[in-house]
């Protein structure tokens, strides 16, 4: 599997409790990311990332925003939730 892009979708402000407005990463998560090599691991992090969105609430607006990302990269990836 080639490479996943980064669940963060620009906007980039660290809020509720340190978690990105945006994309709901901390910044240690968002580190955690980038080390990941594996296109694998990558999709695995997203996945994860979509359930704490999911727990956290209040990121309707981030999968609308990933996928059109994803499109323009030319990348296809299932953002329908685990379960």
């Not at 660290?14 to 945006?22: D, N």
């Amino acid at each position: 599997m080639k490479k996943v892009p980064s669940p963060c979708i620009d906007v980039c402000k660290f809020r509720r409790e340190g978690h990105c407005i945006g994309c709901s990463m901390t910044k240690s998560q968002k580190k955690t990311f980038k080390a990941l090599k594996k296109g694998e691991h990558q999709a695995a992090y997203v996945k994860l990332l979509m359930a704490q969105q999911e727990n956290m609430g209040r990121y309707t607006h981030w999968g609308p925003a990933y996928a059109k990302k994803l499109k323009k990269k030319g990348f296809k990836f299932d953002l329908r939730p685990i379960g």
